[in-house]
């Protein structure tokens, strides 16, 4: 989808997708490329946080979204990665301190990535029915005045 767009979508429902999700004393801050995290191969849509200062950052590549709905699911997947960032800290501490936990790393993003897309599911239900049905109600009637 054009950048301009997608930007444009996401501005528009950060904050409501934010109140929703119980993510208000954040400080979020959304990027729009297709640049990898790290500079590594997994996906171009992405966050990184700052647990201890509620900051985070997001970035959505444009060209992974062709829909305003697709950009609605993948900004609740990354949103759902901060609600969950608590589990990413535990994770960390036991790497950091057991050896043993060689397979933990695997574990813990097959269970966090599985929890995160039956969550977004969920919310992008309720958000779709809550708030794009409104912007579409809105459009409806523009028409017809
Ligand atoms: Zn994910």
Redesign the pocket.
Known sequence: MDQSKVKEFCEKHIENLCNLLWLGNWKITLGYTDEKMNGGES?S?WCSFKLNYYTAHININPFECDSDEETLSHLI??LL?IVLSRYEVYRLTIEENYQSADNMLGLFNNC??QT?TILQNIFCGIYKEKYLKEDKEENENEKTD
Do not use: A, V, Y
């Open positions: 996906s849509l997947h990354e990665h966090n990535e995160i």
